[in-house]
């Protein structure tokens, strides 16, 4: 579904990325692991077009995503939940949702959608006229991903759902994407949590300093003793 193919990104002098290539198969869980810096959110900006690559090619079901303005690119089925959530604070829950459904005309499928968004995130409609900005960071997570739902994407991106949650919300998030991934939705995953990312995908990338180091089956790299060594803290 998604191939990426030698893509270099430059912030000035820069080099962020590095002759990165990487494929995401239709209805694969696919997770990319690395450290702060590591380019990772960099990598979800270049496929959802907020920033340009200076060399390499990104493709979407054969759709070259490199020619595709950032606002035409969700049409083709490409969701992003960004990096600290960018929920609309002073809107209520349901006027999130409905701005997530930016692209659509039919009232009917708009209200099949935030039913089936209520579906996975019961507190969401427990909250629907509260104001985003006085959700809870997890309440918040769930909100982002539910606004990028409602386009009913064939392909989500998902830039560090767990940051700044508790525990206990990180497994709930977490169990949250498998699910979504079960329902048949194609996921990129970029977590710093390393284990529980390894223990939902199939496949993973570690990104260091801006290039791919490894890369294989996901249970077998969480048993990788370089990857222990480096991400799991063992």
């Known amino acids: 579904m998604l191939k990426i193919s030698n893509l270099n990104v430059y912030y000035g002098a820069i080099h962020a990325l590095k002759n990165v ?18 380019g990772k959110t960099t990598t979800l900006h270049s496929i959802s077009g ?13 759709n070259d995503l490199q020619k595709t303005p950032a606002n035409k690119i969700i049409n083709l089925g490409l969701a992003h939940v960004p990096e600290g959530r960018h929920v609309f604070s002073q809107m209520t829950v349901l006027e ?9 005309n039919d009232k009917a499928k708009i209200n099949e959608n935030i039913e089936k968004v209520y579906a996975h995130f019961p507190r969401l409609k427990e909250r629907s006229k509260q104001l985003a900005g006085t959700l809870s960071g997890g309440e ?28 206990i919300l990180v497994g709930e998030i977490f169990s949250i994407i498998k699910e979504l991934h079960d329902d048949g939705i194609t996921i990129l995953l970029v977590e710093q949590n390393a284990k529980a990312a ?11 300093t801006g290039g791919i180091s490894m890369s294989g089956v996901a249970s077998e790299l969480l048993e990788d003793e370089r990857v222990k060594k480096a991400y799991l803290g063992a």
């Open 50 to 62: 907020l920033i340009k690559a200076n060399s390499g090619t990104i493709e979407l079901d054969g």
């Open 198 to 208: 390894l223990s939902i995908a199939d496949r993973a990338y570690v990104l260091e």
């Open 96 to 104: 999130n949702l409905y701005m997530g459904a930016f692209i659509m």
């Open 140 to 167: 918040q997570q769930m909100l982002a991903t539910g606004r990028a739902l409602m386009t009913n994407p064939k392909m989500l991106l998902m830039d560090e759902p767990s940051m700044g949650l508790s525990p």
């Open 21 to 38: 290539s990487l494929e995401v198969n239709d209805g694969e869980l696919v997770t990319l692991i690395g450290a702060n810096g590591a």
